[in-house]
């Protein structure tokens, strides 16, 4: 067997998905405990708390998320009453969607848990790591590298 100076444990992808694993884990609890959501769930409905009306494609493409898993969050989400559909006025073919009552409520709930599990987080770094770390995950966020191979 080759010697290989390849470290997983340093592996920039394995630490960013190992980062999001362990911060997730805490706040994942909470909105499936509280409403019984799947992480696909909870994006949908804090996609159309904070965006108003939009597209299941339109929330697809802002949270990076493959259609059918979009689609089934959305059939979960309307049936549960937390989201309700409207053909658009303009083009028939498209679905608006958008937050019920009890979804607005949920969403407003679970933003404050987000709102005080994000704050709770930060304070684990200082304010010059917490920005740099912030413009580093849009950065890595916006694009994959090109020309790896």
Partial sequence: M?????ELQSFL???????????????????????????TEWRVLFHLGLYGQMSASEIGLRAKTH?????????RLTERRFIERALDCSDRRVTRLTLTKQGRAA????????ENYESTLL???????????????????????????
């Fill in 67 to 75: 259609k059918t898993k979009i689609s089934r969050a959305v059939q």
């Fill in 107 to 114: 969403y407003d709930d679970l933003r404050s848990v987000a």
């Fill in 13 to 39: 992808p394995y630490l960013l998905n190992q980062a999001a694993e362990v911060s997730s884990l805490t706040f994942q609890q909470v909105y499936k405990n509280r409403y019984g959501m799947l992480r």
């Fill in 2 to 6: 080759m010697q290989s100076n390849f």
């Fill in 123 to 149: 304070k684990q770094l200082d304010p010059e790591e917490a920005m740099t770390l912030r413009r580093a995950l849009v950065k890595l966020g916006g694009g994959t590298p090109r020309d790896f191979t």
